[in-house]
C-alpha cells in the first residue's frame, strides 16, 4: 500500500510541474522599458546662423554670412576654422544628455545651474534663440549638469562636449593661415672675370 501511495504522489508531483510549467510559459514576461530621455535640443544644423558660447570670463559669437562662419566676438575675423564650428553646432544642435537627474523646477543651486560654467547659444534664421546652461561637473567628472533655459529638466551631458564648448569660448576658432609663396630670388651667377 505505501508503494502504490508513493506512486500516486509521484504522478500527482510530476502533472502538477508539468503544469506549472506550461502556466509559466504562458505568462509573456514583464519587460520594464527604458527611460526616453529627451534631446536638450532638437534643431535642424542647416537653419542655424549663429553661434554664440560664454565662460564665466570669454566669449565668442560666430555668425553665418553667406554660407561660412564668421567671428564677431571677440573681434571680427572671416579667417574662422569653418569643420571646428561646424561640429561644434552640430552637436549642440541635436545635443542628447545621458539621463534625467532633476526637474527643473528643483533648487538648481546643486547643479551649478544658478551660475553656470557656459552658456551656450544658438539662433536659426527664423529668429529663434535656444540656450543651453552647462553648470557643475559630476563627482566622478564625466558629466556635467546642463538644461535647456526654459526646459523641463536638469540631465547630464558628457565632459568632452563640455569642453569643447569651453575650447571654443577660451580660443577663438581662428583657422591657421594658409601660408602665402614667396617669390625667390634665382642666385647671382658668377660674372666672368676679364682676363690680363
Known sequence: MN?????VLLVVAVLAIAGFGVAQKQVPPVITPTPVVPPLLSLN??????LDVKTKDKETNVVKDTGKWKLVKPDLDTNV???????VVGQLANLQGNGIV??????????GLTNPLV???LQTGDGTTSVVLIGDATVNSNNYYAMKQGGPNVQLVPNSFVNDLVSLANNPPKATPTPVPTATTP???ASPSASS
Do not use: M
Not at 45 to 50: A, C, E, F, H, I
Not at 81 to 87: E, I, L, R, Y
Not at 102 to 111: F, V
Open 119 to 121: 552658456t551656450a547659444s
Open 187 to 189: 642666385p647671382a651667377s
Open 45 to 50: 544644423v542647416g537653419n542655424v546662423v549663429s
Open 81 to 87: 576654422d569653418q569643420s571646428k564650428v561646424d561640429g
Open 102 to 111: 532633476a526637474d527643473a523646477s528643483a533648487n538648481l543651486q546643486p547643479y
Open 3 to 7: 508503494f502504490r501511495l508513493t506512486l
